[in-house]
């Protein structure tokens, strides 16, 4: 892992690290099922044509992973207590200090469903509005009353900042979302946020990883001396961002309960009133130990090693 720098190295981990902190909820997708200390990368997007193009010398390909078994959200009123998160990745680090990112074909993260407290009665319920009240009478299970929160992107990350990685308390990337909100009485379009006026999350570091580095073979098995493969290992980070504003929902009840939704959950939410945090994140990067020794397949050779690890 020689001819990109390992603070370039360390600083594209930590800022996608805070990328996975903002996924927060959404649907579990298998991966497959890896050896030794390949086994978090099990979603690395190795296959994809950007990463296989990489030469070992100009482009370095790696693999992220970054999970957390919990966290939690704040929008205006409402706090939800987030569930397992996975962040995987494919990196493109390149000899000028620039990264590019690739995400696996299901997507970049995966995680537990998240439940809204109270679910459309906490939402709600009871009110003397005609549209609101017929609504509550309609909730006569829990599947009719659960809620989940979905969060999905809504626009390009922007305002990278690499330095910020390595310190506390500094913005590292602006990254534009959105909050599915769903339930059967809601419909499937009512959001927190959308692709024209996004919530804005500005993750930072709050606690500083420890950091470790494995060698190990191709096929995933420990090899400290004589390792093809590199991994860092960081622990023990937490990630925070309070500064973000919230909007009005949209689409809730085909935009009939936009205001009942709004009035309940405190929207929309002046920047201060909010946050997104993850707890103890455990997060992974894996390269070639030596990328230029690839050279000029470092891409295609990674793809290789993590196809000969799968079980």
């Avoid at 950007?50 to 030469?55: N, W, Y």
């Avoid at 537990?112 to 609101?132: F, K, Q, R, W, Y």
């Amino acid at each position: 892992m020689r001819s990109v720098s390992t603070r370039t190295r360390v600083g594209t981990l930590a800022a996608v690290t805070a990328f996975g902190a903002l996924f927060s909820t959404g649907t579990a997708t298998a991966a497959t099922q890896l050896n030794g200390h390949w086994g978090p990368f099990g979603r690395c997007p190795v296959d994809a044509p950007a990463m296989l193009a990489a030469d070992g010398v100009d482009t370095v390909a790696t693999c992220i992973s970054s999970g957390s078994a919990g966290g939690s959200i704040k929008l205006g009123n409402t706090v939800v207590t987030t569930g397992r998160t996975d962040l995987q990745l494919g990196v493109l680090q390149r000899s000028d200090g620039t990264t590019g990112l690739v995400a696996p074909s299901e997507g970049a993260l995966v995680a537990d469903s998240a439940t809204v407290p109270g679910g459309l009665i906490g939402l709600m319920c009871p009110s003397n509005i005609p549209v609101v009240s017929a609504v509550c009478k309609q909730i006569t299970d829990a599947d009719l009353n659960r809620i989940t929160a979905t969060i999905e992107p809504a626009g390009a990350p922007r305002d990278f900042n690499m330095g910020a990685a390595f310190t506390t308390d500094v913005p590292i990337l602006t990254l534009p979302v959105r909050i599915h909100l769903k339930n059967p009485l809601l419909g499937d379009k009512c959001y927190i946020g959308t692709t024209s006026k996004p919530v804005l999350l500005q993750p930072k570091n709050v606690t500083a990883p420890s950091l470790s580095l494995q060698r190990f073979a191709g096929n995933g098995d420990p090899d400290d001396e004589n390792g093809v493969m590199g991994r860092y290992s960081f622990a023990g980070a937490d990630q925070a961002d309070t500064s973000f504003a919230v909007p009005g929902a949209s689409g809730c009840g085909a935009g009939l309960l936009d205001w009942a939704v709004n009035l309940k959950t405190g929207l929309p939410s002046a920047s201060g009133n909010n946050n997104v945090a993850l707890d103890d994140t455990s997060t992974y990067f894996a390269s070639p130990y030596a990328p230029a020794a690839h050279a000029p397949e470092e891409g295609r050779e990674l793809s290789r090693f993590w196809h000969s690890a799968a079980r």
